[in-house]
C-alpha cells in the first residue's frame, strides 16, 4: 500500500555539519508536512506545503532551516549549521489537505543526532 | 486559536481493562477530529476519526465519538492488550480560512498494558 518514504532513517553528525533530510511523499497528495519531536517538546510543526508552494514555515529556525519541494514526489528539509539542540526525530506527512479528507499520513521518521 | 488537550500520561492499566483517554478541543467552526497511534520506534498512525458532531470512528477495538455539547473526543477501548501499549494523540484539523488541512495535536498519552 501507498506511504510516505523518508531518508535516511538514521543520521548521526557533527556540530556545524549540513544536514539534508528528503521525504516521498504518497503519490497524489498535495499537503506536505515537516515535524520535529522530541521529548521535551514533544510534536512541533517546522513547515508546510501545498501544491509545492509553502504555505507556512513559522515553526522553523529561520536561520539554520530551510525546507523545499523540488517537485512533486520529494520534499527536502535542510539544516545548516547543525546544532546538538537540533537532535531529535524529524517526520514527514502528507495528504489531501481538504475538507473530509484531511487525514495526515506520517513516514517512519529520521533520527538525527548531533554530537 | 484552537487546541487540544489531553489526559497525561502514562496510563497504566493490566491486559483485558477497560481504557479511556480523554481528548477535549476548543475550535471555531466544526473540525474533524482524530486519534493517532505511534508504536515505539515509529511515525504516528492515523487510529480512527470522526468528520461531524455525533460521528463515532472506530478500528481494532477503539472507538470515540464526536461530541460536540462537550467538545470531547474521548478514546474507549473494552479489552486492552499488551500490544496496544504506544503514545496516543488526539488532532483536530485547522479549518482556518483556507482549510490548508494542517493539524493541531495534542501532546500525546502514553499507554502501558501490563500482561
Known amino acids: 500500500d501507498a506511504r510516505v518514504t523518508q531518508t535516511p532513517r538514521h543520521k548521526v553528525t557533527e556540530m556545524g555539519q549540513e544536514v539534508t533530510m528528503r521525504c516521498q511523499p504518497i503519490?497524489?497528495?498535495?499537503?506536505v508536512f515537516w515535524y520535529r519531536q522530541t521529548m521535551m517538546q514533544g510534536l512541533e510543526l517546522l513547515a508546510y506545503?501545498?501544491?509545492?508552494?509553502?504555505?507556512?514555515d513559522s515553526g522553523m529556525p529561520k536561520d539554520r532551516f530551510s525546507a523545499e519541494m523540488p517537485d512533486a514526489t520529494l520534499a527536502t528539509l535542510k539544516i545548516q549549521p547543525s546544532e546538538p539542540r537540533d537532535s531529535a526525530v524529524y517526520f514527514c506527512?502528507?495528504?489531501?489537505?481538504?475538507?473530509?479528507?484531511?487525514?495526515?499520513?506520517f513516514g517512519p521518521g529520521t533520527r538525527l543526532t548531533v554530537t | 486559536g484552537d487546541s487540544v488537550t489531553q489526559m497525561e500520561g502514562p496510563v497504566t492499566l493490566s491486559e483485558e481493562a477497560f481504557l479511556t483517554i480523554n481528548c477535549t478541543y476548543t475550535?471555531?467552526?466544526?473540525?474533524?477530529l482524530f486519534w493517532y497511534v505511534q508504536y515505539p520506534g515509529e511515525g504516528l498512525q492515523l487510529l480512527l476519526k470522526?468528520?461531524?458532531?455525533?460521528d463515532k470512528g472506530s478500528n481494532k477495538g477503539f472507538e470515540a465519538t464526536y461530541r460536540k455539547e462537550t467538545t470531547s473526543f474521548h478514546l474507549e477501548k473494552g479489552s486492552v492488550q499488551v500490544s496496544d501499549s504506544a503514545v496516543y494523540f488526539c488532532?483536530?484539523?485547522?479549518?482556518?480560512?483556507?482549510?490548508?488541512?494542517?493539524?493541531?495535536f495534542g501532546q500525546g498519552t502514553t499507554l502501558q498494558v501490563k500482561p
Open positions: 488532532a483536530l484539523s485547522d479549518l482556518g480560512s483556507s482549510n490548508t488541512g494542517k493539524l493541531i
Open positions: 506545503f501545498r501544491n509545492r508552494a509553502p504555505l507556512d
Open positions: 470522526a468528520t461531524k458532531a455525533d
Open positions: 503519490l497524489g497528495h498535495n499537503t
Open positions: 506527512a502528507s495528504g489531501l489537505g481538504y475538507r473530509g479528507q484531511d487525514e495526515q499520513y
Open positions: 475550535a471555531t467552526g466544526y473540525p474533524s
